[in-house]
């Protein structure tokens, strides 16, 4: 009998044609997980990490074999059988009968169809399959993450559907769902490109000149620029009714362009368990939905404002929660801290944040906090969000994150009225009062349960107690929970006696109310779990693991795990997701002032000490996995990636915190051991604010040479992101330290650096002067590898100069050093390097053979920077060779790695590389679309010489351009394949 399998919405599975009964949530979640795997095995860890997470029970592996076993049984009817192989558990199920592998594979058919109508055809099957939200209704962290992964697929294809529907001509059915794109992204040139051509072509010249008026205000507005010079030259050839703009039907390559972003983050924490009254207020919040007619409203902002402990933070998540719905393109929120005295949320990371979550890329993230709250708002335009502000403390702090546009509704909470939210920002504030005496009694009847209705008057005595506050009367209601054996009247005489004898800060200060409850629970704790409740004070970071408060507090995971569940049973900790463990701003607060009165300050800083050691150890072990230094290292990368992502956020905190509090050498190591994976494609705001901590600890400690190390590595991150001119500046400091250390072996890596940022900047004196003093440092070192690394760069700056014969001696010197020594990978570089120069097919041959090689190896190692510059040199022996086809498509796939690990230059040389290729191929409308992306690339990180290469690619006018730049740079011009 035939099967069908289903995860591209609910999680289905039929048997000729019959529905089969795969059980709860948890089953079928293993099967889930099975599916997309299918045929490969998957391991029993694998299972059990993608269906439980964090919070997978002791009996976890004896409930996966029976869940197993279940759905053996229901698949057996088909001929399916799941096996146990030595790699795991497989489905042994066609992959074609998923809907997901059917999808995939339809989609990469469609991409590289001969035919458009072909692509348009199988693409449109592969969007059919679709039958809602992947994996409906399963909630794991996994299956989160896939199932974004998979809605990032969906949007891929659409946009390859889009390109080719363009191509066919069919514009017309096109112009609905193009305008509401461009409507959501106002700054988009590419979709503005889209819309502008299909009015054109509908007949609708007047609205297409509209449309680019209408971008190219917002891009002054909002961006204080221009629009690039593709859509430039579109809206010229729209006025000029360029007959070559009608549309000619179908073409024979796709040509398909790499899919836009979309995000739909949903950041909100999760909602209050027994939420009780505030109806009033829950109403007034309904209001603001409710826009005037007519054009898009002002921005909505609503204040909840009110005394700590009151619930605003309750509330404001309640209400998120219930009109989610009414945000489809996603909820955002950060908590501020803004009352924090260590560690409040600086708005630039704030603003990081959210880009991320919007799904900016790291590296394109800018460092300045205007620039990243205009990239922000232009994000932001046009979508319909909710931006949920946490515990701000001033206006100051919330205003770079105001969303430009009124489809979204900002809310936001604090202590203090911030009265210029109303007076400047027209905010709707909503006081929040305590609650009144019958909803706090409901409180703690839906907390506690009968014992209420039996002392009534009682509960009434213990509300007024908590002042009526929800923190404190949740934190009371489970210490009476916890002591059945205690009548309430008892719990609450205790609690008199107990604040009689505290020491208020202000009498009369409901604040000092709830310190009062936070005393009279913590002094019932148990001795232990009353230390760690101190020490989770301390944590610089927001929420912990297990493994990490055993290190705090100096116990193992077990008696930490045990303590953890006194503190969440006494509502003074709370869980969160993946088994962390985190503490409300006012219980840190306090905890902390507790831990400054009864822990000494060397126990405290030993606390903190064991804390940033755990973070350490982990990175290492996390890093020598992801990066081992032999290919005999054990360990799971996958494990290893997981943890860093899971645990950055603290990483990143405690080096700020390390470098600012004494952990000098703690903030130095920390920071050089997460280097790589930042740079790799971390983060790149949080990749500079963690090196640059370590720079000030190295200066705090008179460690020049650390100093040093760190200055190269913010130097690196500078040079990827495209910021050449800080780069050579960082990479120039740090080169004197260490030729004043006469550090013979590093002041020649930093003198090589320095010529890389002089070689993109175009000044290729400078360059080969550089790169001339670190092969004489390498020569007098006996470093060969060194020598030839100089030598190859300086044949590179000969090359571009025009000197072949000086640059063939070099590379030559260089391949003779790179083969004596062993190493294959440099070998290939060179030898691509020499076939260039070279008219001799044997030499051609030799280079594709040897990179062939080292394509497949890096491949299997994973190292996705390595492949994207062995593809782009293979590109370039294949078109040589006249492989044109082959050639564009390891460009292609070099120009997503550039993009995944932020190397801007790269991106930039390859997008060139690709419109030379397709030039070559005959496509001049795609090579020039290449050029222009190239063009405005080069021109944003000052890289002339591509600035020069995409200008000759772009053809017309700018050619003439082009010449005087390649003049100015003493260069012949652009390389010839």
Aim: aromatic content about 6%; charged content about 25%.
């Amino acid at each position: 009998m035939t099967a069908q399998f289903g995860v591209l919405g609910a999680v289905e599975a039929q048997i000729a044609g019959r529905p089969v009964a795969l059980g709860h949530a948890r089953q079928r979640s293993v099967l889930a997980v099975l599916l997309v795997e299918a045929g490969r095995p998957v391991t029993v860890d694998h299972l059990i990490d993608r269906v439980w997470g964090e919070d997978a029970p002791q009996r976890a592996t004896g409930a996966l074999y029976s869940y197993l076993s279940r759905l053996r049984q229901a698949v057996a009817e088909a001929g399916i059988g799941i096996e146990r192989r030595p790699g795991g558990y497989v489905l042994t199920a066609d992959p074609q009968t998923v809907d997901l592998h059917r999808f995939r594979e339809l989609v990469t058919r469609g991409r590289s169809a001969e035919s458009d109508r072909s692509a348009a055809e199988l693409i449109t099957q592969a969007l059919g399959l679709w039958r809602g939200e992947p994996f409906a209704g399963l909630d794991t962290p996994w299956l989160a993450s896939m199932r974004q992964s998979l809605w990032n697929e969906r949007l891929a294809a659409e946009l390859d559907h889009n390109d080719v529907l363009l191509r066919l001509g069919r514009h017309g059915e096109l112009l609905a769902s193009l305008s509401a794109a461009v409507a959501e992204h106002p700054l988009d040139e590419r979709l503005a490109e889209q819309l502008m051509l299909a009015l054109y072509r509908s007949g609708r010249q007047a609205d297409a000149d509209e449309q680019y008026r209408r971008i190219r205000r917002c891009l002054a507005d909002e961006l204080g620029s221009d629009p690039g010079a593709g859509l430039r030259r579109l809206h010229e050839r729209i006025l000029a009714a360029d007959p070559a703009l009608a549309a000619t039907g179908e073409t024979r390559e796709p040509h398909l362009q790499p899919p836009a972003r979309l995000a739909v983050p949903a950041q909100l924490p999760a909602d209050v368990r027994a939420f009780t009254g505030r109806t009033r207020e829950l109403a007034t919040l309904d209001g603001t939905l409710a826009p005037p007619g007519g054009d898009e409203p002002p921005l909505t902002v609503v204040l909840l404002s009110g005394t700590p402990g009151v619930g605003k933070s309750a509330l404001a998540v309640r209400w998120a929660h219930r009109v989610r719905e009414a945000f489809p393109d996603g909820q955002l929120y950060v908590n501020l801290r803004g009352y924090d005295a260590e560690q409040p949320v600086a708005v630039g990371d704030a603003l990081a944040g959210f880009l991320t979550a919007l799904g900016v890329p790291g590296t394109e993230i800018p460092p300045g906090v205007e620039e990243r709250a205009g990239r922000y708002r232009s994000e932001l335009t046009g979508r319909r969000m909710l931006v949920l502000l946490d515990n701000a403390s001033s206006v100051e702090q919330v205003r770079p994150l105001l969303p430009g546009t009124g489809s979204c509704l900002v809310l936001i909470t604090s202590r203090d009225s911030l009265p210029g939210m109303v007076a400047i920002h027209g905010a709707e504030r909503i006081n929040l009062d305590l609650l009144p005496l019958a909803d706090a009694v409901v409180l703690l009847r839906r907390l506690i349960g009968g014992r209420v209705d039996r002392e009534p008057s009682v509960a009434e005595e213990l509300a007024a107690a908590c002042a009526r506050l929800p923190l404190a009367l949740r934190i009371a209601a489970e210490l009476a929970a916890a002591r059945t054996d205690v009548s309430l009247a008892e719990l609450v005489g205790e609690l008199g006696d107990h604040r009689l004898r505290l020491d208020l800060l202000d009498a009369g200060d409901p604040r000092a109310e709830v310190r009062a409850v936070f005393s009279w629970s913590y002094q019932n704790l148990p001795a232990d779990a009353a230390r760690v409740f101190r020490l989770l004070g301390l944590n610089p970071g927001e929420s912990l693991r297990v493994e990490a408060v055993a290190a705090l507090t100096g116990t193992d995971a077990g008696e930490a795990r045990r303590l953890l569940g006194v503190l969440v049973r006494a509502s003074l900790v709370h869980t969160g997701r993946g088994g962390r463990y985190g503490l409300h701003d006012l219980l840190r607060a306090y905890a902390a002032e507790l831990a400054a009165e009864h822990d000494p300050e060397p126990e405290r800083r030993a606390a903190l000490t064991r804390l940033f050691d755990h973070y350490l150890a982990g990175s290492v072990a996390a890093m020598n996995t992801l990066y081992p230094e032999s290919p005999d290292a054990g360990g799971d990368p996958e494990a290893a990636r997981n943890w860093i992502e899971a645990e950055r956020p603290n990483l990143a905190a405690t080096c700020t915190y390390a470098a600012a509090h004494g952990w000098y050498r703690l903030a130095i190591a920390l920071a050089g051991t997460l280097f790589r994976y930042l740079d790799a494609g971390g983060p790149a705001a949080e990749a500079v604010a963690v090196t640059t901590s370590a720079v000030s600890a190295a200066v705090a400690v008179g460690d020049r040479e650390a100093q040093a190390r760190a200055l190269s590595d913010l130097g690196r991150l500078h040079r990827r992101q495209g910021r050449l001119d800080e780069a050579a500046d960082t990479y120039q400091r740090a080169l004197t330290l260490y030729a004043d250390l006469g550090e013979r072996a590093a002041e020649a890596v930093a003198l090589r650096n320095l010529g890389s940022v002089h070689w993109r900047l175009g000044d290729y004196r400078q360059a080969a002067d550089h790169y001339r003093r670190a092969w004489s440092h390498y020569r007098r070192l006996g470093d060969d590898a060194g020598q030839a690394d100089a030598s190859v760069r300086l044949g590179l700056v000969d090359a571009r100069l025009g000197d072949e014969a000086q640059a063939t001696k070099r590379l030559r010197s260089a391949l003779a050093l790179y083969t004596g020594l062993g190493d294959r990978f440099s070998e290939a570089y060179v030898l691509s390097l020499l076939a260039r120069l070279s008219r001799q097919p044997a030499d051609l041959e030799r280079a594709v053979a040897q990179l062939e090689q080292n394509l497949a190896v890096v491949r299997q190692a994973g190292d996705r920077t390595a492949e994207a510059y062995v593809l782009t040199d293979l590109a370039a022996m294949y078109a040589r060779d006249g492989r044109l086809a082959e050639a564009a498509a390891h460009l292609r796939r070099a120009l997503v790695l550039h993009r995944r690990i932020g190397d801007r230059a790269s991106e930039a040389e390859a997008l060139n590389d690709l419109g030379q290729v397709l030039r070559a191929a005959g496509d001049a409308a795609e090579a020039r679309s290449q050029h222009e992306q190239a063009l405005v690339l080069a021109r944003e990180i000052g890289d002339r010489y591509e600035e020069a290469r995409a200008l000759d690619g772009a053809g017309g006018p700018q050619q003439d351009l082009a010449q005087r730049l390649f003049a100015d740079l003493a260069v012949p011009g652009a390389p010839s394949w």
